[in-house]
């Protein structure tokens, strides 16, 4: 037994080196079996990002407190989302231990592992076990109970990688919403594989086959990805905006302020001391959280991703494509349209970004078509030029398994995926899509870039112009005057129009513009959605 035997800086950069490498490795992985606070998909992204840059320039840093005090630092500072904010105690760990025993030795390492949790459980107003916290916890168990048989630092790592192997496996049996997705906590696993990762560079010993076999070993009798009927049980929910910033200052009262930050959303991990607070925090809307710690310090280093987005992004993914027959290409751009194709088309629709001014070349479409094993592909080119494109793949290809339906704007694109059925063949699909496009108007507006002459009318440049059906219809001097008549010149002809508004034309609240459009047509239906779409404040399907 040598407890007091040192570890070097070198030992330590060392680790760092095979941390990042392991999360490179792994971070997909990691990611598919994120559910926990959300079932978002980046807990392995976010650890590495944490981490990624902070091995910077730590050769030069040969001094054992100065290295640990970068690393804390850089950690707490870089880290992203729940997991990263977390991952970052362990650095913070890794260093108060070496303050409190004034030197950093085997003993000591293994202490790190109880501060870490000790801070982890501290910085969660409700901790919650079967999550990277009792990781850290465990290990923190067994590490100190290996003492006495660990004369050096391999020896420590050993029983470190192998604890945290075990812990990771039982996450379901103790968080149920683990058990109910059949995955186990990919915060957990992510911090193991760190560890072992450690201790098989320590030993030079296949170091990418045995970082395989403890994956393998913790998911075993599980899955690797959340379950399809999980992600489609929370698909409708609503998670909000995962927020996290750092609050620099003086005298700053970690407790209280963990006490008060957490009051403005959920899933809140705060931690830091009297003159840094690293925040994490789950909100609807970040101005409130953000507008108080600016009143406490200076609010800095703020990284916002939304997470409903995250999470359509991640069910996407995971889709179960057994049993599909004839499957969708829909190019097109806009968050808001793109949900729409997801959510009418469900798990046959596969999406290629692109529209008027970007259109996909014949290699970027091939590159999704090899990715799709249905018996049959349909193309939704949805712009007249990339239908061109789409033609000439076509010919080109000696795939005799891809179609087109020949829809020339978003608008005609929508409505024949309502006519798509996934396990109908190719041939029914493209008859019932085709003979959808019979039964719609459709209409667009935008603004005029110059003067031109169009259809026989002056346009001036910054005019708002309208068409139906490819038609001139009017021009106006703001696109919400240009929409209502539109609009209503549509309803006098069709039942239900739908309006998908561009993201520059978005609102907080469409009822004035809808009680305008509804005007004397109180039998008719306007639908109005974000669609977020480039160059066309307003795009309109009517039916």
């Known amino acids: ?56 320039d730590l050769d030069s840093l040969v001094d054992i407190k100065s290295l640990l005090s970068h690393l804390r630092q850089s ?54 076990d079967g999550t990277m916290m009792t990781v850290y916890e465990e290990i923190a168990d067994a ?44 915060g957990g696993l992510g911090l193991a594989m760190m560890m072992n990762a450690w201790y098989y560079t320590k030993i030079q010993n296949n170091i990418e086959d045995n970082l395989e076999k403890a994956y393998t070993e913790m998911i075993s009798g599980l899955s690797d990805k959340v ?11 609503e998670w909000g905006n995962c927020t996290v910033f750092t609050i620099t200052g003086n005298d700053l009262d970690i407790d209280y302020e963990r006490e008060q930050i957490s009051k403005y959303g959920r899933s809140p991990v705060i931690t830091g001391d ?118 000439q793949l076509i010919e080109l290809s000696e795939n005799n398994n891809i179609h087109m339906v020949n829809t020339s704007s978003i608008q005609q694109g929508i409505a024949s995926i309502f006519s798509y059925d996934q396990s109908s063949s190719y041939e029914s699909n493209i008859k019932d899509m085709e003979d959808s496009l019979l039964d719609i108007e459709e209409a667009f507006v935008t603004v005029s870039t110059r003067d031109v002459v169009f259809d026989g009318k002056n346009l001036k440049k910054d005019d708002f112009f309208s068409t139906i059906n490819d ?19 549509l309803l006098k002809r069709n039942e239900i129009l739908t309006i998908f508004v561009g993201h520059e034309s978005i609102l907080d609240n469409y009822d004035k513009l809808e009680n305008q459009i509804l005007d004397n047509f109180t039998d008719k239906e306007v639908v109005i959605v974000d669609g977020n779409q480039s160059y066309y404040n307003y795009l309109l399907l009517a039916e």
């Open 227 to 237: 379950s399809k009927s999980f992600l489609e049980s929370n698909d409708e929910l």
């Open 143 to 186: 590490a100190h109970n290996g003492l006495d048989e660990s004369e050096k630092l391999e020896d420590l790592l050993k029983i470190i990688a192998n604890s945290s192997i075990i812990s990771v496996k039982n996450t379901p049996n103790k968080l149920d919403i683990l058990k109910e997705a059949g995955v186990v906590d990919s």
């Open 471 to 489: 038609k001139i219809y009017e021009t106006h001097t703001s696109p919400e005057k240009a929409l209502v008549s539109v609009s209503r010149d």
């Open 1 to 56: 037994m040598n407890l007091n035997k040192e570890i070097s800086s070198k030992e330590i950069t060392q680790a760092i080196k095979a941390f990042i490498f392991s999360l490179n490795l792994y971070k997909e992985k990691i990611n598919n079996l994120n559910v926990f606070p959300v079932p978002d998909g980046d807990t392995g992204t976010n650890m590495l990002l944490t981490i990624k840059n902070i091995d910077t």
């Open 274 to 391: 009297s003159t840094l607070i690293k925040v994490h925090i789950h909100v609807l809307d970040e101005t409130k959280v953000i507008d108080y710690s600016n009143k406490i310090g200076k609010v800095d280093n703020l990284f916002i991703q939304n997470m409903d987005n995250q999470t359509k992004d991640f069910s996407r993914k995971n889709r179960d494509y057994t049993g599909i027959e004839t499957s969708i290409i829909s190019i097109c751009d806009g968050d808001g349209i793109i949900d729409a194709f997801f959510e009418t088309g469900g798990d046959g629709v596969h999406i290629i970004q692109g529209g008027s001014k970007n259109n996909p070349s014949i290699k970027t479409i091939m590159e999704e078509i090899d990715k799709i094993k249905s018996q049959d592909i349909i193309i939704l080119p949805n712009n007249s030029n990339i239908a061109t494109t789409v033609k």
């Open 75 to 128: 950690s707490l500072m870089e880290a992203r989302g729940n997991s990263g904010v977390i991952l970052s105690q362990f650095f913070q760990g890794l260093l108060s231990s070496y303050e409190v025993n004034n030197s950093f030795t085997i003993s000591a390492l293994a202490e790190s592992f109880k501060i870490a949790a000790k801070n982890t459980r501290k910085s969660l107003p409700n901790p919650v």
